[in-house]
C-alpha cells in the first residue's frame, strides 16, 4: 500500500502558483480589493515525492452515506421499491419512462443515445416492454426486450424494470426468464399476463389463459423472495376482459397481497379516471405507490389506433378538440402536450399521483417538453465524479468508484468490456495483474456501418480528401478549439468519441497547447491540466459533494510519429520521475515505460469533509496495452471507412495506423505548472533539427554526386 504523507495547510489562492489550476488563468478566483482572492483561503493538500506516482489508497470506516452517493460508493444496492417510497415521505416527485425494443441494430445504437439525452433529466427509472414476437429473452438478438434492458442499465446507467408476460410460457420458462434477468443484473419487474393469440374463425372456442400475472408474482417470490421489485398494471377504467371494475380491483388487491410492490396504471384521457381509481384502491387496503401511466396524444390517427389497442374510449371532448385539426400534425402535438400537462398538474398538486410514469413510444420532444413544464426535468448541476458513474441504479457495478483514464469518451466500450466482472475497484485500482476486458470486435454496438447521410456528415468533419498528416491535425485541431473548419462545419466528434459531445470544459484551460500539437502533427486523444486544490463547485473542474477539494495531475495522451518517438526517448529520462511515459506501437514490439511495470499512477482525486480520499481516474499500464488494441483499430473502423481503399485519403489513414505510436504523459508535479508540453516542444524540436539536418547532408551527398 502506498505510504501518503498529507500535509493539509492552509495556503492564500491569490498566489499565482498555488492557483487551482497550475500554470493557467483561473476563472474561478477574482482578486479583492486587497489583493486577496474573494474565493478566500483553499486547503491544499501536499505529496511527498514519493507518492507522486503512486496510487492513493483509502483507509477507514464506509459510513459517510452521501460522499458515497456522491462517488458511487455504495455500500449496497437500494431496491427501487424502497427508493420510490422515500421520495413518496419526502413529498419529492419524480418520473419515469417507458420504451419498446427498436427493430434494427442501427435502431439500437440511435435509441441508447436518445436514452442519454433522457439521462440529463434525471429519470428514477426505466421500463422496456416485452415484445413476444421479437424472441424477447434472446440476449444474442441485440433488439431482444433482454437485450435492450441490459443495455439500458449497463451503457445507459439506468434503473430497469423489464416486462414480463408469462400466458404464452410454462412455470419452467417463466423462471428461466427471471433467472437470466438476474444474471444481467436486472433487479426490477413487471408482471404481466400478456396478449391471448387472436381467434382466427368465429367459430374457434375462446381462449383462455394459462396462467395469469397473480400466478407470475406467485413464482418470483417463491423463487426469489425479495430480491426483484415487482410492479404489476393496473387499469383505471377497469380491465377489458374482467368480470366488473369491482372484480378487477379485487384482483388487482390480490396482485398487491402476493407480492407486488407497485402498480402502474393503462394510459387514461382524463385525471378524474385515476383519481378514482386510487381513491377506490386506498378503500379496499390497497397501499402501494400508483404510478400513473401518461401517454401525451402525438398524432390523431395514432392515438386513435392506440385507443383501440388497449380497448379504451376517448372522450367526446377529446375528439371534438381534435376533429378541426386533424390534419395538422403540429397543432395535435401542442394540444396533446398542452392536455398532458395540465392533466399532470392537476394529479400532482391535489397529491393524488406521486410521480410520472410517461409511455414515450419511443419519442422524445414532447414528452421533455412535458417534464420541463411540469418543474420534473431536474438536470443535476453537478459531476459525481469525472465520469458518469452507476450510482445506485445498477446491482453490482453501485460501488464502482475507480476507472482508467483511457475510456474516458468512450464509456460504453469500457462498461461492455467489463461487464462480466463480479466487483468493480472500489477506493482505489490496486496493482492490476491481468485484468479481463471482453472484445469488442463481434459486439454489433461497436461495428455498426454509417448510413449515406451519416458518411457524408462525418466526411464534412473529417475531410473530403487527405493529402498529409497535417490535414490530419487540421482537423484534431478544429475539435479542440471548435472552429468552424473549411466547410463551415464544427467538428463536434472523432473516432475516438462515442458521442458529439465535445471536449471537456476543463479542456479550455490548455486548448492552446492542444492546437498547436495537433497542427505539429502530435494527434492528442485525452488530456487534462493539473488543478491543485479547486473547490469541488468549480465550473469547471469541480466533481463530488460540495465542500470539498479537486486534484488532478497533468495527462496527455496522443499518438506521435516514429520520428518524434525516437527525438522523445532521447531525453524524456531526464525528467524521472516528475514525468511518468508509456509509448507502444501498434503490434507491441516497442513497449517502453518508466514507472512500474503493474502499478497504476492516481492521476484524479478529490478531498471531501468527514470522508475518505477519492480516487476516481487512473493510469494503468495493463490496462492501457487492452486500450492500445481499441485505438488503433478506431483508425480504421470509424476513419478510413469513410474513403475508397485505393483512395489517398484511405492511404494517409492507414500510413498512420500502420506507423505512428501511441504515448501517454503523466506530470507527477500537481502543485507547480506543468511541464508536459515543453516536453512535446522539445520532441518536435529535436524531430525537425533531424529533419533539417538530413535535408543538409542529403543535399550536400548530391552536390558531391555531381
Same mark, same amino acid.
Given at each position: ?68 452517493? *456522491? ?70 438478438? *441485440? ?468 470522508? *475518505? ?94
Amino acid at each position: 500500500m502506498t505510504n501518503i504523507e498529507i500535509d493539509c495547510v492552509q495556503r492564500n489562492a491569490s498566489s499565482a502558483s498555488l492557483s487551482p489550476y497550475c500554470g493557467q488563468p483561473s476563472p474561478a478566483y477574482t482578486a479583492g480589493s486587497n489583493g486577496t482572492s474573494a474565493a478566500g483561503d483553499l486547503k491544499k493538500c501536499r505529496f511527498s515525492e514519493t507518492a507522486l506516482s503512486r496510487p492513493l489508497s483509502r483507509t477507514g470506516s464506509d459510513s459517510d452515506e452521501y460522499l458515497k452517493f *456522491e462517488v458511487g460508493a455504495q455500500t449496497s444496492y437500494k431496491p427501487l421499491h424502497e427508493r420510490i417510497e422515500k421520495r413518496i415521505r419526502s413529498g419529492t416527485p419524480f418520473f419515469s419512462l417507458e420504451f419498446f425494443p427498436p427493430k434494427t441494430a442501427n435502431g439500437v445504437a440511435n435509441f441508447y443515445t436518445r436514452l442519454d439525452r433522457y439521462k440529463e433529466g434525471d429519470p428514477l427509472f426505466v421500463d422496456i416492454t416485452w415484445h413476444h414476437s421479437g424472441d424477447p429473452a434472446n440476449l444474442n438478438k *441485440e433488439t431482444s426486450s433482454s437485450s435492450i434492458a441490459a443495455g439500458c442499465l449497463d451503457y445507459c446507467r439506468m434503473d430497469t424494470m423489464l416486462h414480463m408476460t408469462c400466458t404464452q410460457y410454462t412455470k419452467e420458462q417463466t423462471i428461466a426468464h427471471l433467472e437470466q434477468s438476474k444474471r444481467i443484473g436486472l433487479r426490477n419487474i413487471l408482471a404481466l399476463r400478456g396478449d391471448l393469440p387472436p381467434n382466427t374463425s368465429s367459430d374457434e372456442p375462446v381462449v383462455k389463459p394459462v396462467h395469469m400475472a397473480l400466478d407470475m408474482i406467485k413464482w418470483i417470490k417463491e423463487e426469489y423472495g425479495d430480491y426483484f421489485t415487482i410492479a404489476c398494471s393496473g387499469y383505471p377504467l377497469g380491465h377489458p376482459e374482467a368480470a366488473s371494475y369491482t372484480a378487477d380491483l379485487q384482483y388487482l388487491k390480490a396482485k398487491v397481497d402476493a407480492g407486488a410492490q407497485l402498480i402502474v396504471t393503462q394510459l387514461f384521457f382524463e385525471a378524474e379516471a385515476y383519481e378514482r381509481f386510487v381513491r377506490d384502491c386506498r378503500e379496499i387496503g390497497i397501499t402501494v405507490p400508483i404510478l400513473p401511466g401518461i401517454m401525451p396524444i402525438q398524432g390523431y390517427e395514432s392515438i386513435r389506433r392506440i385507443a383501440q389497442l388497449s380497448q379504451l374510449t376517448i372522450p367526446e371532448s377529446i375528439l371534438a378538440a381534435l376533429e378541426p385539426i386533424k390534419h395538422d400534425d403540429d397543432a395535435v402535438r401542442n394540444y396533446g402536450r398542452h392536455a398532458a400537462v395540465e392533466m399532470c398538474k392537476r394529479i400532482l398538486a391535489n397529491g393524488t399521483a406521486p410521480a410520472i410514469h410517461m409511455y414515450t413510444m419511443n419519442r422524445e420532444g414532447s414528452c421533455r417538453e412535458i417534464l420541463q413544464e411540469l418543474g420534473l426535468w431536474h438536470k443535476r448541476p453537478m459531476r459525481a465524479l469525472p465520469w458518469e458513474p452507476h450510482g445506485v441504479n445498477h446491482p453490482v457495478r453501485c460501488k464502482e468508484d475507480v476507472r482508467p483514464i483511457f475510456w474516458s469518451a468512450r464509456p460504453k466500450s469500457y462498461i461492455y468490456r467489463t461487464r462480466d466482472w463480479d466487483d468493480f475497484p472500489n477506493g482505489r485500482w490496486g496493482n492490476s495483474s491481468s485484468p479481463a476486458f471482453n472484445d469488442l470486435h463481434d459486439y454489433y454496438l461497436f461495428n455498426l456501418h454509417s448510413t449515406v447521410n451519416e458518411k457524408d456528415k462525418l466526411r464534412d468533419m473529417f475531410g473530403h480528401e487527405l493529402r498529409s498528416i497535417e490535414d490530419v491535425g487540421r482537423v484534431f485541431a478544429r475539435y479542440i478549439d471548435q472552429k468552424e473548419n473549411e466547410h463551415g462545419v464544427k467538428v463536434t466528434t472523432l473516432p475516438w468519441n462515442e458521442q458529439e459531445s465535445g471536449v471537456q470544459a476543463e479542456t479550455t484551460l490548455i486548448t492552446d497547447d492542444l492546437v498547436w500539437c495537433n497542427e505539429q502533427g502530435v494527434l492528442t486523444l485525452n488530456s487534462q491540466p493539473s488543478v491543485n486544490g479547486a473547490p469541488s463547485t468549480d465550473a469547471l473542474v469541480g466533481w463530488g459533494k460540495p465542500g470539498g477539494y479537486c486534484y488532478q495531475k497533468a495527462y496527455l495522451e496522443c499518438f506521435i510519429s516514429s520520428e518524434n518517438a525516437n527525438s522523445l526517448l532521447e531525453f524524456i529520462d531526464e525528467h524521472n520521475p516528475r514525468i511518468n511515459y508509456h509509448i507502444v506501437n501498434r503490434d507491441g514490439t516497442l513497449d517502453r515505460s518508466n514507472a512500474e511495470a503493474t502499478t497504476p499512477i492516481a492521476v484524479t482525486w478529490g478531498v471531501f469533509p468527514g470522508a *475518505e480520499i477519492a480516487q476516481p481516474t487512473v493510469v494503468d499500464p495493463i490496462s492501457f496495452r487492452v486500450w492500445r488494441d481499441e485505438a488503433y483499430d478506431l483508425w480504421l473502423t470509424n476513419w478510413a471507412y469513410l474513403y475508397p481503399k485505393d483512395s489517398g485519403s484511405h492511404t494517409v489513414i492507414q500510413d498512420i495506423h500502420d506507423s505512428f505510436c501511441l504515448l501517454t504523459l503523466v506530470d507527477n508535479d500537481f502543485v507547480r505548472p506543468s511541464i508536459l508540453f515543453e516536453v512535446v516542444r522539445e520532441m518536435v524540436k529535436r524531430t525537425e533539427a533531424r529533419r533539417s539536418t538530413s535535408e543538409v547532408t542529403e543535399k550536400l551527398a548530391a552536390t558531391f554526386v555531381a
